[in-house]
């Protein structure tokens, strides 16, 4: 079965409890579960992964990147900071969406810029958890439309 990576940054295993009335009451154990189901009934496995540490998350991305079909990251704080992360990423060559509960372009200026989106597939953000079903949803087609290599 082919892989599909999840990964969440610094916080976000605070996710129900941190902030709610930004990022909502559901946790990330009840995200990744339900996205685990439905990767599964399009014939993927999912491999979640959360770190609160940037150099974690690079190792992550280089020892799993090569062997997955994609990923779906939110970064957290580290979207707007992490050029370790984007390098990690593009080193893989793996294609990547991006994914934020809250709308960060109606947020404080420093979270407008993001050091992944540019080169990411696509962003999905303000749809709270729904951010992450939009994101699985995505990458699906996206992988369904590219030609097999
Ligand atoms: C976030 C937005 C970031 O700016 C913030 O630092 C987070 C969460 C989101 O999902 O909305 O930790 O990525």
Known sequence: METI???NGPNLNLLGMREPDKYGTTSLQTIVDRLTA???TEGYK?????SNSEGEIVSFIQH?????KGVLINAG???HT????????LAVQIPFIEI???NIYARETFRHHSYLADKAVGVISGFGDFSYDLG??????????????
């Open 5 to 7: 990576l999840l990964i």
């Open 38 to 40: 439905r990767a599964k």
């Open 46 to 50: 999912l491999l979640s992964f959360q």
């Open 64 to 68: 799993q990147g090569q062997k997955a």
């Open 77 to 79: 704080a580290y979207t």
């Open 82 to 89: 992490s050029l370790a992360i984007r390098d990690a990423l």
């Open 100 to 102: 934020h509960l809250s």
């Open 136 to 149: 699985l949803m995505a990458m699906l087609e996206y992988l369904r439309r590219r030609p097999h290599v």
